[in-house]
């Protein structure tokens, strides 16, 4: 049974067209994947059903009527709950109040509030049951802010569950438990659109997929009718036949070391032991593990930002300490961090400013702006990228997600970078700009000797770009895989056998 039916959604922001002609079918008891690269319109349009935008034309026919929502409280209250992509939770607040935050008028305060953590209870025992209710959402990590996110959108019993990038921040155990609570609810007759960039999730959850692309759907595929053919639905997605991944050729890689690294904690505050690795010219060097091992303080200490360790480096026979960020950018050792909010942009700012910005900080940056040199520079790094953006001097927080992430790792592109280290940089990164961010990096490496550190939270990708992986626990190497040995499996295995 239908429950849900967008029908002709257009949607304008000043001159960008985020959605042209939208259409979309949520059905009782079915979760509808929603696909499409960055900026396809996908956010868009979930926000409209859940009444955080209005639609400029066309029509939302939910249980049979047509609505026009004026917020997110009014579409909730009407059975329709939005999991934001960004968190929307009060840090101040515990877990459990956050759950119930919106729900607890007209209660009698004792009562609601046990009430409330009974119910924070039941929803968290199914999605994170070692999470302490008690907690305020400041002190929690990111994936435990994501299921606070999620469950704070199943406590109010919605018909029409909308999850938009839910796994982006979750471990894959976390992920198997949010898929068997979605098929759960699935069962109870919650309809539900789910929206995701790795094509194996949606393989596995969804019951049929819509795929949008600049702004309108392109097809819609019932898994119950037409068989899963990933192929196909990266076509959808791209407008392209070429293949959605490549695999690294490790045949090509010369044995000559460039970088040999030394790491040593010189404060109790430090997440990292003892690590020694190398680096060879042009190789792509992954590293892994469960999420939280270290993986970012490495990234960190190897771009001076990591305070707590002595890093001692040996470039091409050069030796030298990394203490601040100075010391790794003027030897060409450049970071690309994973948090595009925090991290990498300033989001007020125009796509232009933002790319051009790390230059300002070179020793050698002439006293006057050559802008029309770094507009043209700029241009082809949204060429090279396929950024998604109406113009140079758009805000960056117009655009959507994938494509400012796109913006973090553009900024660097420009530089005579030697050792390029890589925090996660296909996050929210849909399937087809991924794709053409991994040729970018291997042809770096492969034909400028550049060397990579990738610390990808998606195994996929350490299996489809890595020569060599090394597994993090507890802030040490503990294992290290190469060439045909690495697979998803064996990085999964190593990862878990070393948790004591
Ligand atoms: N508030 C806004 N102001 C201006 N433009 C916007 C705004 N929100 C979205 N857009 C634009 O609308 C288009 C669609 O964005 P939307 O966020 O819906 O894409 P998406 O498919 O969800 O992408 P992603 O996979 O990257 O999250 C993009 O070009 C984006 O830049």
Redo the contacts with the bound molecule.
Sequence with gaps: MVILEAKGIK?Y??G????SNGNLKCRKGRITGLL????????????IIAGV?RADAGEIIYEGKAVHYRNPHEARQNGIALVF?NLSLVPDLTVWQNIVLGMEKNRGLFLENEEARALSRAILENLMPDLDIEKRVYQLSPSEMQVVEIAKAISSNPRLLIL??PTAALEQHEVKNLFEYMRKLANEGVAMIF?S?RLWEVMEICDDVTI?RN?EDVATIDFDKEEKDPDKIIGYITGETKKASFKVDHGTLSGQVLLGVKIRPKSKNSVLKDIDLELRKGEILGIGGLAGQGQNELMYALAGSYPFVRCEVDLEGRNFLISKPGDAIQNGIVLVPGDRQREGLFLEHSVYENLVFPKFGLPDHPPFIPEKEYRTECEQIVNILSI???GLD?PV?????????KVVVGKWLSFDIRILLLADPAK???VGAKRDLYEYIVKLARDKGVGVILYASDNEELVEHCDRVLIMYEGEIVASLAGEEISDDAITAVSMRVKR
């Design positions: 949607k922001f000043g960008v067209v985020a959605l499409g690269a960055n900026g396809s319109g996908k956010s868009t349009l979930s926000k935008y992509q938009d990038e929206t960039h949008f702004g998604k953006t109406p758009a927080n117009t655009l959507s997600g994938g494509n400012q992430q929210g990164v849909d």
